[in-house]
């Protein structure tokens, strides 16, 4: 079993900047693939970005590339979401999710393991 603990979020102002972090604690092996998802009222889930066990690939959703990077702390078990020049329409539930699998996917199915989600809003 793997338990994931989101902080970090909370209310900004357009243009501003946002750091998200992610604990993973359980099984080490259990979150080899790292990612993050947003979900809006009356929206389905989106994916934002995702990170290989090394860190050493990275993937981005359209809307966030260029403003978005993920990065993940080995020894802590821990991955972070730098978020920069925040649109009003980033405002979403953002959910930390994790799986055993070494091949990073961008699908919310390929994820085993989900945080409970933190509150991004971003004001205009």
């Known amino acids: 079993q793997v338990q994931l603990v989101e902080s970090g979020g909370g209310l900004v102002q357009a243009g501003g900047s946002l750091r998200l972090s992610c604990a993973a604690s359980?099984?080490?092996?259990?979150?080899?693939?790292m990612g993050w998802f947003r979900q809006a009222p009356g929206k389905e889930r989106e994916f934002v970005a995702a990170i290989n066990w090394s860190g050493g690939s990275t993937y981005y959703g359209d809307s966030v590339k260029g403003r978005f990077t993920i990065s993940r702390d080995g020894a802590k078990n821990t991955v972070y979401l730098q978020m920069n020049s925040l649109k009003p329409e980033d405002t979403a539930v953002y959910y930390c999710?994790?799986?055993?699998?070494?091949?990073?996917?961008?699908?919310?199915?390929?994820?085993?393991?989900w945080g409970q989600g933190t509150q991004v809003t971003v004001s205009s």
């Open positions: 999710a994790a799986d055993p699998a070494i091949v990073v996917v961008t699908s919310a199915t390929g994820y085993k393991y």
């Open positions: 359980g099984r080490t092996f259990g979150s080899r693939a």
